[in-house]
């Protein structure tokens, strides 16, 4: 069978209390499960971070056990589980979420040497296709965005920029990031996530790459900015640059 379709059992991930002992098999070289290699075969990559790893792992157990994520199950169908279907195509939408994902601080982005570059959704779902091979409508796609943002899962802040010379709202892709709320639902522990936050915050530094959200040339927009620097860090259950590979107060406009 195609590694593409083969993911759509449920592995053996364990329990949060033995997360510890499942890092420590997979730095050994333990195998990948099919529903880590297909995404893996998707990006073109050999490995994923640990965290990714459990994440993807731990997604699966949703299709069988729907109350896994109950804020999930509960957001259109409170009187029933939501159909198997929905719940597979949710797992994969995650999947490929995770996979932009930043560790240290749970945001959506591309760690580049100035900042983190915020990641659209349309390139969330080019990678959605180049990993499951399918295709997803623009409007499927938000649908199910915004049954993650309804159950407290995902939030998306839009930096809208006013363009003086014009006098128009230009928008430019906004500020995403997964909450704690998801992790705790999935039976992650907050101090072994607190240790994958670190961890990922030293090797962003190490490697000369930066987390931190870009600053626009814009009032509008730095007033937003600080708006959903205090949002995101109590979603994240952090304080403002807890994780970040570096803080200021008062970020200066790029020249």
């Avoid at 069978?1 to 364990?14: E, L, Q």
Wanted: hydrophobic share 35%; with cysteine.
């Amino acid at each position: 069978m195609d590694n593409r379709t083969s993911a759509t059992g449920v592995p053996k991930t364990g329990t949060p209390g033995q997360q510890k002992k499942t890092s420590k098999k997979s730095s050994n070289g333990g195998k990948y499960s099919d529903a880590v290699r297909v995404v893996l075969i998707g990006l073109k990559k050999s490995k994923v971070a640990e965290p990714t790893r459990q994440f993807i792992d731990r997604m699966t157990g949703y299709a069988a056990k729907p109350f896994i994520l109950q804020s999930l199950n509960n957001v259109d169908c409170r009187q029933r589980d939501s159909q198997r279907r929905v719940r597979e195509r949710m797992i994969k939408i995650l999947s490929t979420i995770i996979t932009f994902m930043d560790w240290s601080t749970f945001r959506l982005g591309v760690a580049k040497p100035r900042e983190l570059d915020p990641v659209k959704h349309l390139a969330m779902r080019n990678r959605y296709q180049a990993i499951y091979g399918e295709k997803m409508p623009e409007s499927t796609w938000y649908r199910y965005i915004d049954k993650l943002v309804r159950a407290g899962y995902l939030h998306s802040e839009a930096m809208d920029l006013l363009d003086k010379d014009e006098g128009k709202i230009k928008g430019v892709a906004g500020y995403k990031w997964l909450t704690m709320k998801l992790f705790k639902e999935l039976g992650f522990q907050s101090g072994w996530l607190d240790q994958q936050r670190e961890a990922s915050q030293l090797r962003l530094n190490s490697s000369g790459l930066s987390n931190v959200w870009p600053v626009y040339a814009s009032e509008l927009s730095r007033q937003k900015r600080a708006s959903a620097l205090s949002l995101e860090a109590h979603q994240t259950e952090s304080t403002q640059g807890q994780f970040d590979t570096y803080w200021h107060e008062s970020p200066p406009l790029p020249h």
